[in-house]
Nanobody, 125 residues
Framework: QVQLVESGGGVVQAGGSLRLSCAASGRSFSNNAMGWFRQAPGKEREFVAAISWSFGSTKYADSMKGRFTISRDNAKNTVYLQMNSLKPEDTAVYYC??????????????????WGQGTQVTVSS
């Protein structure tokens, strides 16, 4: 059974940084992609970043480019999201997810099959 456990969320002031972690277990992810998404109150879930587990290729939402970095540690089966220069509008619950239909780091929420429970990120002004 696939399990995704996010951690690292919290409260930070605008301009600060946080690093989120997603520990994955339950299957081999070598031919999969891992993604980070977020959902703010009253808004739809949106794509943040994704990475090919095997190849390391990445994609980012335009508003996160240059501020967020996604990476993975294959040995630990863990994906990270380093978030810098945080803004109040980054406040949301952040989720990690697994795309099992290949290793392409898709931006499409519907292509991700397994999801974690989420971790809250709050950026104060």
């Amino acid at each position: 059974q696939v399990q995704l456990v996010e951690s690292g969320g919290g409260v930070v002031q605008a301009g600060g940084s946080l690093r989120l972690s997603c520990a994955a277990s339950g299957r081999s992810f070598s031919n999969n992609a891992m993604g980070w998404f977020r959902q703010a109150p009253g808004k739809e879930r949106e794509f943040v970043a994704a990475i090919s587990w095997s190849f390391g290729s990445t994609k980012y939402a335009d508003s996160m480019k240059g501020r967020f970095t996604i990476s993975r540690d294959n040995a630990k089966n863990t994906v990270y999201l380093q978030m810098n220069s945080l803004k109040p509008e980054d406040t949301a619950v952040y989720y990690c997810a697994v795309r099992t239909m290949g290793s392409y780091p898709s931006t499409a929420t519907r292509e991700y099959r397994y999801w974690g429970q989420g971790t809250q990120v709050t950026v104060s002004s």
